[in-house]
């Protein structure tokens, strides 16, 4: 008895080898035909994110007023920290400068905490 199962699976893996060996592979090439708009609507979709236009979610404010002081608080905020991203934004008849593009409020609360070790005044903003 044991002899016949050992002949049916040499046999079986006989027959599995003759039939593998016998099976090809099929090659084939795609090509992708992208529309050039694509790719500058891409390049624009990235210059807007760069510059906070499409962020739906969180920014830290640093100063709200005049446009020397914007400037100032800018450029010392650029020079103890460089892990964000920062910017003016105007807003009738005042400047904002703006830091980060969080999408989640905790991103935003633990980056807060740095911050305000230089900035004390600074708070979480949820954007529009």
């Known amino acids: 008895m044991k002899i016949q199962t050992h002949i ?9 080898f003759i039939f593998s060996e016998a099976i090809v592979a099929q090659s084939a090439t795609v090509t992708i035909n992208e529309d050039a708009k694509i790719t500058r609507l891409l ?12 962020a ?4 830290i404010q640093l100063h709200y007023g005049e446009l020397s002081k914007a400037n100032e608080v800018l450029k ?5 920290h460089d892990t964000w991203p920062a ?3 105007y807003e009738t ?8 593009s969080f999408s989640s409020r905790l991103e935003a609360d633990r980056a807060l905490l ?4 230089t900035f004390d ?6 954007r529009k």
């Open 87 to 89: 910017s003016i934004e």
């Open 56 to 59: 739906d979610g969180y920014t």
């Open 8 to 16: 049916k699976t040499f046999t079986i893996s006989i027959l599995i």
């Open 93 to 100: 008849p005042n400047y904002k400068v703006w830091v980060g």
């Open 43 to 54: 390049e624009l979709k990235k210059e807007l994110e760069k510059e906070n236009e499409l």
């Open 114 to 117: 740095e911050v305000q070790l």
């Open 121 to 126: 005044a600074a708070f979480i903003l949820k």
């Open 76 to 80: 010392e905020y650029k020079n103890k």
